[in-house]
């Protein structure tokens, strides 16, 4: 068995592995968009639909034999893997030969289906399968065992990769101190990964852009938020997180709780819970008693369009809850919000003395993006708080899990780092 890293180790973002087995069968282990471009900015959004030779004359997409449809011999890579269902990690995986089979968990799939409908640009996969968690999965000589990982993605995964008598396990994205750091732990002991032939393992956290912002763990960020929630009565408490990032909404639904308020969600939140209800059953939902959902025109909209008009009353007979009685009570609600220009008008008429704002994304986002929210910060006089706690194993933790791995070599990917540990 052979790996080559086409893209992915020496920065953060536009993973892709190769492996291939003696027999000549091959697969891909992600095949992300890259984040950071060449002048140290931000990769354009645009980046996924733009076509394929354009890519690959460029060096986004590398040049891979057998992947693409322009190629004679493809297809000749047997599947794509997605560890999760993050933009560096499955990005790109549409421009491949779409006979190419993608594979991803459940909660992986149901992320990348409900952006089919909210995002309709967005462009994915032809084929997308489900690959079964921690039992090995043949493709021709390569057999695949995919193993639950924590990380800000739902339902991430590591990939045990075994051919020809050797294995090599990549991590994938993953972390000790989310709400299910117990799969970490649960790696530790594993004896399946216990001296891989290569361990590849993301290093985010080791290098200058991995940083040591933000705070240990999800449950610091919950203790936070009440703390905010219980010293600022009478306002608005809105935390601005990324929709797919359930753990957060986990947090930011304890925290309500803890500090009585109710939990308000957008509808594409609510649409994300609900389609993640079989792999993780106890996330809260918008038929929760104490969760409500702020319609948003255009998400309503998408919803519409995609011939769910039944989900939408549903939600509203349920759950919904107007902007008028926002304005009129928000110290009763602790809302998950977007960064948008319908959200800050809602803060208008709430009025920004009574919003307290909470970034709870990296804080290179607000730095560096002039986002509606930012813009809509600025004018009102209003100063976010930042509480946030990373989705990637703290140096110390990674450090923990390469010495019990024991791999016979470790190789850092997804990381800045000049030099790994
Ligand atoms: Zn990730």
């Known amino acids: 068995m052979n790996y080559q890293i086409h893209r992915g180790q020496h920065e953060i973002g536009g993973m892709c592995i190769e492996v291939n087995a003696s027999d000549g069968t091959?697969?891909?282990?992600?095949?992300g968009m890259p984040l950071v471009a060449p002048d140290g900015g931000d990769f354009p959004f645009d980046t996924p639909r733009r076509p394929t030779a354009e890519l690959l004359s460029?060096?986004?997409?590398?040049?891979?034999?057998?992947?693409?449809?322009?190629?004679?011999?493809?297809?000749?890579?047997?599947?794509?893997?997605?560890?999760?269902?993050?933009?560096?990690?499955?990005?790109?995986?549409?421009?491949?030969h779409p006979e190419i089979p993608v594979y991803g968990s459940e909660g992986t799939l149901a992320i990348l289906e409900v952006g089919?409908?909210?995002?309709?640009?967005?462009?994915?996969?032809?084929?997308?399968?489900?690959?079964?968690?921690?039992?090995?999965?043949?493709?021709?000589?390569?057999?695949?065992?995919?193993?639950?990982?924590?990380?800000?993605?739902?339902d991430s995964r590591a990939l045990l990769v075994e051919a020809d008598g050797q294995r090599l396990l990549y991590t994938g994205d993953l972390r000790a101190h989310g709400r299910?750091?117990?799969?970490?732990?649960?790696?530790?002991?594993?004896?399946?990964?216990?001296?891989?032939?290569?361990?590849?393992?993301?290093?985010?956290?080791?290098?200058?852009?991995?940083?040591?912002?933000?705070?240990?763990?999800?449950s610091d960020v919950e203790n936070e938020l009440v703390k905010l929630a219980r010293?600022?009565?009478?306002?608005?408490?809105?935390?601005?997180?990324?929709?797919?990032?359930?753990?957060?909404?986990?947090?930011?639904?304890?925290?309500?709780?803890?500090?009585?308020?109710?939990?308000?969600?957008?509808?594409?939140?609510?649409?994300?819970?609900?389609?993640?209800t079989p792999p993780s059953k106890s996330i809260p939902q918008f038929?929760?008693?104490?969760?409500?959902?702020?319609?948003?025109?255009?998400?309503?909209?998408?919803?519409?369009?995609?011939?769910?008009?039944?989900?939408?009353?549903?939600?509203?007979?349920?759950?919904?809850?107007?902007?008028?009685?926002?304005?009129?009570?928000?110290?009763?609600?602790?809302?998950?919000?977007?960064?948008?220009?319908?959200?800050?008008?809602?803060?208008?008429?709430?009025?920004?003395?009574?919003?307290?704002?909470?970034?709870?994304m990296w804080s290179g986002y607000w730095e560096r993006d002039r986002c509606a929210m930012r813009t809509w910060a600025e004018r009102s006089g209003v100063v976010p708080h930042v509480i946030h706690g990373g989705g990637h194993a703290w140096p110390e933790d990674l450090k923990r899990l390469t010495s019990a791995i024991a791999a016979k070599e470790t190789v850092w990917v997804h990381t800045d780092a000049v030099s790994a540990l």
């Open 287 to 360: 038929t929760w008693d104490d969760v409500r959902v702020s319609f948003s025109p255009y998400q309503v909209q998408r919803l519409k369009d995609a011939g769910m008009m039944d989900l939408v009353y549903e939600m509203s007979r349920q759950s919904r809850v107007s902007s008028d009685e926002l304005a009129t009570r928000p110290g009763r609600y602790l809302m998950c919000s977007r960064s948008s220009l319908g959200m800050t008008k809602v803060f208008d008429k709430i009025g920004p003395d009574r919003v307290e704002l909470v970034w709870s």
């Open 116 to 154: 089919r409908i909210f995002f309709p640009d967005s462009a994915l996969p032809a084929d997308l399968r489900r690959l079964p968690s921690n039992k090995p999965f043949e493709f021709v000589s390569i057999s695949v065992t995919a193993i639950p990982v924590d990380h800000a993605a739902p």
């Open 58 to 96: 460029e060096g986004v997409l590398r040049d891979i034999p057998g992947l693409y449809p322009h190629d004679p011999g493809a297809p000749d890579i047997a599947a794509t893997i997605l560890t999760h269902s993050h933009l560096d990690h499955y990005g790109l995986a549409h421009h491949a």
């Open 231 to 276: 010293d600022s009565k009478g306002s608005l408490v809105a935390v601005v997180a990324s929709g797919q990032n359930v753990d957060r909404l986990v947090s930011c639904f304890r925290a309500a709780r803890r500090s009585e308020r109710l939990l308000v969600i957008d509808p594409y939140q609510a649409y994300v819970l609900m389609k993640l």
């Open 180 to 218: 299910t750091g117990f799969r970490f732990e649960n790696m530790l002991t594993d004896q399946r990964l216990h001296g891989v032939d290569w361990l590849l393992v993301e290093g985010t956290t080791l290098g200058s852009s991995g940083g040591t912002h933000g705070l240990s763990s999800e």
């Open 26 to 31: 091959r697969i891909l282990l992600d095949l």
